[in-house]
């Protein structure tokens, strides 16, 4: 295994992945990185100004975390993870959502899980955020695959998932997602507040996997419960 070349920067990285594109055919990248840029301004400054750092694990660190961001930002976020709660049709796009919110309330094994399940569904989006963990972890040569397989999943003639039913909801409330974009953008770890932690972790967990450990499971009232305001 080898370290390849010199961080990339989270604006082309996110270009180059075209975060949340695949997962939902309607959903306008570059719109994604604009709200970052002007929505929360003056918060937030246009991606340059983000933090860099001077190792690929450091910086493929940060980028996972502003891409997380994202995805929970996204118009989308909340029907697509209902969609993955439905029992009786169970879809993968989803799982890249979930996966997010177990990141950020540190359930990194569990995301690792079903971020893998959504990549084996045809998640571009989830193949670039398992990119990003084994970049993080310095296993490179996993990355490389996961970075391979996102570049697979973006080729023409790819069968793509269904769009997820657009929602006037969102799946975190505005201050929320403003706090989670201004953590990324000081170079901290996002994190949720406890009250929405407290919904992620009171979820059932399926018997211990052996890869995985304890992976928690959606559940139906999931969307409802975060999108109420946090306590305090």
């Known amino acids: ?3 390849t070349g010199e961080p990339t920067p989270i604006g082309r990285l996110l270009e180059g992945a075209e975060i949340l594109a695949d997962t939902y055919e309607d ?3 570059e719109a994604a990185r604009l709200r970052v840029t002007t929505r929360w301004a003056p918060t937030v400054t246009p ?9 690929a694990h ?3 660190a940060h980028d996972l975390d502003l891409a997380v961001a994202l995805i929970v930002d996204a118009p989308e976020a909340a029907a697509g993870l209902a969609r993955l709660a439905d029992q009786d049709r169970i879809e993968p796009e989803g799982a890249v959502v979930f996966a997010a919110l177990l990141h950020l309330t540190g359930h990194k094994e569990a995301a690792l899980f079903w971020w893998q399940f959504a990549a084996g569904g045809g998640s571009r989006t989830a193949a670039f955020c398992l990119y ?5 972890r310095a296993e490179f040569r996993d990355a490389e695959y996961w970075r391979g397989q996102s570049r697979r ?12 039913p657009s929602t006037s909801c969102p799946l975190l409330p505005e201050s929320v997602r403003h706090d989670l974009i201004s953590q990324c953008r000081s170079g901290r770890h996002p994190s949720l ?3 929405l932690e407290a919904v992620i972790n009171r979820l059932r967990v399926d018997s211990a996997d052996e890869d995985f450990g304890e992976v928690p499971q ?3 009232t999931l969307t409802v419960d975060l999108a109420g305001e946090p306590a305090g």
């Open 1 to 3: 295994m080898h370290r």
């Open 27 to 29: 959903y306008d990248t």
């Open 47 to 55: 991606f340059p100004a983000l933090p860099s750092y001077p190792s």
């Open 58 to 60: 450091e910086q493929a």
């Open 132 to 136: 990003l963990v084994h970049q993080q």
């Open 153 to 164: 999943l973006s080729r023409p003639g790819h069968v793509r998932l269904a769009p997820a």
């Open 193 to 195: 507040p406890a009250s």
């Open 218 to 220: 959606p559940a139906a």
